[in-house]
């Protein structure tokens, strides 16, 4: 599951089109209107090119009520809240802090979206020159040790995880 | 554009001054120059909340009246680092691993 973190840094990655592809992919209403719908009413060009890649390729999830009532958390974190009882096996792409330390406390599995291309290079879906060129078009949204890290992973091919 | 209301607000004669000498550079008028402060005050607050874990990127884009494309626009402006924590990275990453090897 995307929030709107996770979609646009995918998206500016140019990594979003093949996440959705080789991963199943689901959005919660809330968040689509966060990126697509409020994002080409303020006239930003990248929601419409978002909702191109979204549209007919990932599940667009309903969200009825918000469960929570977290006032740290906007509708589109709130909306994932809301549906992750109802999805199993569900993995949250975000690299919002505050949102993230939320799922931890609930036990949800998370993946910040600088660890995609490494998985998708590790996977043989996209070379290790891709993967860095994408995690080069990250660098100014995401902190600088994360993109070392990721880099570092990218190289060692996931072998540092095996030693810890 | 969120409601308004009116706060009264004793502010010192020097930023007075100062918002009258931006008001006639900006072509506006005192009260738009101090509003146009209080929101860049505002926004830079908000980002430094967002880059410490206490608002999310959502909610903080909610409390501006932005989207979140314009957060991370202004954070870059402000060059203010937004992201997981060395902990939530760390675990993002053992996740990474374990989802690359069930790949292979």
């Not at chain 2, 902990?87 to 090897?101: F, M, P, V």
Request: proline share 3%; hydrophobic share 40%; glycine share 8%.
């Amino acid at each position: 599951m995307l929030d709107a973190d996770g979609i646009i840094k995918l998206y500016r990655a140019g990594m979003l089109d093949l996440v959705i592809r080789t991963f199943s992919c689901a959005v919660p209403q809330t968040v689509y209107d966060e990126v697509v719908t409020k994002g080409k009413a303020y006239f930003h060009q990248d929601a419409e090119v978002i909702e191109t890649i979204l549209t007919g390729t990932v599940t667009i999830i309903p969200v009825y009520r918000h469960e929570h009532q977290e006032s740290r958390l906007g509708t589109g974190e709130l909306g994932i809240l809301s549906i992750l009882p109802r999805e199993q096996n569900t993995i949250v792409v975000s690299d919002d802090r505050r949102f993230l330390a939320m799922l931890a406390t609930q036990g949800t599995p998370f993946l910040t979206p600088a660890d995609l291309p490494v998985v998708l290079a590790q996977r043989g879906i996209v070379t290790k020159g891709e993967a860095k060129e994408a995690l080069d078009r990250l660098r100014p949204m995401i902190r600088l040790a994360a993109y070392w890290d990721a880099l570092q992973d990218l190289e060692l091919g996931g072998r540092h995880h095996e030693k810890e | 554009m969120k409601k308004s209301k009116v706060i009264p607000l004793r502010i010192p004669e020097n930023l007075d001054e100062l918002a009258a000498l931006s008001a006639r550079e900006q072509h506006t008028d005192k009260a738009t120059a101090l509003r146009q402060w209080m929101h860049q005050g505002a926004a830079h607050y908000v980002l430094g909340l967002v880059a410490e874990g206490r608002v999310s990127i959502g909610r903080a884009a909610e409390l501006l009246d932005l989207t979140v494309y314009d957060l991370y626009h202004l954070a870059e402006t402000h060059g203010i680092e937004l992201g997981a924590s060395d902990e939530q990275r760390q675990q993002s990453r053992a996740l990474a691993a374990k989802l690359a090897q069930e790949g292979q």
